[in-house]
């Protein structure tokens, strides 16, 4: 983190003084660009320092496992782009187009309470009922925003007017 | 308030890829590097102990090259993963592992108020021209402001909007 806060063994100005040649093999023929005194063959060896084997089987470790996982990236990534789509297409309020994406997308991702939501929301107003009722279903016993349950609550209330029997007239 | 301690404990993934980025950048920049702790329980949680650069360049490029290398890495590390876990709520045991790992080591990306102090006091040192210091100025300022900002996890919020942003754009730009 604070990589130039200074240790305690953190080597002074006062030994860098004390070295009269190149600091590590004592070489007269150090190179004076610098303010430490180094040849240029010990430079070229401290800047080198290898890397503790340790390290680098853990950076390994890290990278393959992002590779693993980078297999299932392109399933994830349509699907991101099924909902962007979605979302685009439910501004123009192109909502028929909406569901088609979100489908998609709450097919791979069933758990996805956000894509459902606005399935159930998308679809409705697409008038594919049979998806909405399928899709309201589903989010039962789930814990939505409120919003998102006012909402949902009023399409289910506005379905079952839509779809209630007709209620019998009764003979005076 | 959650020590400073504990979260460095919990992302030291990020420490060490910081660390390592110094280290390669002083080996880039053919700069001695005399010591290196790439983690440890403490403070600082990691350092490189290198020479005095001899060029503003050199200060530069040491200073801010963990910035870049911890930001990449972190958004390439998440990037897999990171659509799954946060946007769809799906993810397996190793997508939150990849998930962790790539913010740990996006929120280690800023570099640290001994990092600016060194690039400003290497800028003094070297009779940078006056061009230099404008432009390096606000850079160090912003290395301070994100010092800072840790506090209020400033740095945390920089790894997970690193780790969220590259799939996000990309999934825009596809659509």
Redesign the interface.
């Known amino acids: 983190m604070d990589d130039n806060d200074q240790p305690p063994n953190a080597p002074t100005a006062a030994d860098e003084a004390e070295t009269t040649g190149c600091g590590v093999c004592g070489s007269d023929a150090f190179e004076t660009a610098y303010k430490t005194r180094l040849c240029a063959s010990c430079r070229t060896q401290l800047a080198n320092r290898p890397i503790p084997a340790g390290i680098r089987v853990v950076v390994g470790v890290a990278l393959a496992l992002a590779v693993i996982a980078s297999i299932k990236f392109p399933a994830s990534l349509r699907m991101a782009i099924a909902e962007e789509r979605a979302n685009r297409a439910e501004a123009r309020s192109d909502y028929a187009n909406a569901e088609k994406q979100l489908l998609l997308v709450t097919k791979a991702y069933p758990d996805y309470d956000d894509g459902l939501v606005s399935l159930a929301k998308d679809s409705y107003k697409a008038g594919d009922y049979e998806v909405t009722v399928n899709t309201v279903n589903q989010l039962v016993g789930r814990s939505l925003d409120k919003e998102d349950v006012t909402e949902i609550e009023q399409i289910e209330a506005d379905l079952e007017k839509k779809f209630a029997p007709e209620p019998k007239g009764t003979a005076k | 308030m959650i020590p400073g301690i504990l979260i460095?404990l919990i992302t030291f993934?990020g420490?060490?890829?910081?660390?390592?980025a110094?280290?390669l950048f002083?080996?880039l920049?053919?700069?001695?590097?005399?010591?290196?702790?790439?983690f440890r329980v403490g403070?600082?949680?990691?350092?490189?102990?290198h020479?005095?650069p001899?060029t503003n360049l050199q200060h530069l490029v040491i200073g801010i090259g963990?910035f870049l290398v911890n930001s990449i890495a972190g958004a390439?590390?998440a990037?897999?993963?990171a659509?799954?876990v946060i946007?769809?709520?799906?993810g397996g045991p190793?997508?939150y592992?990849?998930v962790w790992?790539g913010v740990s080591i996006a929120m280690?990306a800023f570099?640290?108020?001994?990092?600016a102090?060194?690039i400003w006091s290497g800028l003094k040192d070297h009779n940078a021209p006056i061009w230099l210091k404008i432009v390096v100025a606000p850079v160090v300022a912003l290395i301070y402001i994100g010092a800072i900002g840790s506090i209020f996890w400033l740095d945390l919020i920089y790894g997970i909007a690193v780790a969220m942003a590259g799939?996000?754009i990309?999934?825009?730009l596809?659509?």
């Open positions: 460095t993934p420490v060490i890829v910081h660390e390592i110094h280290q002083c080996r920049m053919r700069v001695a590097v005399f010591d290196v702790c790439y403070n600082p949680a990691g350092y490189v102990i020479e005095t001899r963990p390439l590390i990037f897999p993963s659509m799954a946007k769809f709520d799906a190793l997508d592992v990849l790992l280690h570099p640290s108020t001994g990092d102090s060194s799939p996000m990309l999934a825009k596809l659509a």
